[in-house]
Nanobody, 125 residues
Framework: QVQLVESGGGLAQAGDSLRLACAAS????????MGWFRQAPGKERESVAA????????YYTDSVKDRFTISRDNAKKTVYLQMNNLKPEDTAVYFC??????????????????WGQGTQVTVSS
């Protein structure tokens, strides 16, 4: 059974930093692209960042470029999202995902993408 367990969310003020982590089990971690999506209240889920199986390729949505950094540790089966200079518009539930379409310019879930339960990030101004 695949499990993705996120941690590291919480309350922050604008300009602060948070680091999300997603620990995976039940899958061959190093063979999956890993990524983060988020969903704000009343909005559709959107892609945030992704990292390729080897960690050599990354994707970021424009609004988080130069502020967020995604990384992975295949030995620990964990993917991270370092979020710096947080803004109120980053407030959302952040979901870890495994297995999705990954191109240089976008990421898109498949019908059978694995998801974590989500972790809330709230940024106040």
């Amino acid at each position: 059974q695949v499990q993705l367990v996120e941690s590291g969310g919480g309350l922050a003020q604008a300009g602060d930093s948070l680091r999300l982590a997603c620990a995976a089990s039940g899958l061959s971690f190093s063979t999956y692209n890993m990524g983060w999506f988020r969903q704000a209240p009343g909005k559709e889920r959107e892609s945030v960042a992704a990292v390729s199986m080897s960690g050599t390729s990354t994707y970021y949505t424009d609004s988080v470029k130069d502020r967020f950094t995604i990384s992975r540790d295949n030995a620990k089966k964990t993917v991270y999202l370092q979020m710096n200079n947080l803004k109120p518009e980053d407030t959302a539930v952040y979901f870890c995902a495994a297995g999705f379409l990954f191109t240089p310019t976008s990421i898109k879930p498949y019908h059978d993408t694995h998801w974590g339960q989500g972790t809330q990030v709230t940024v106040s101004s």
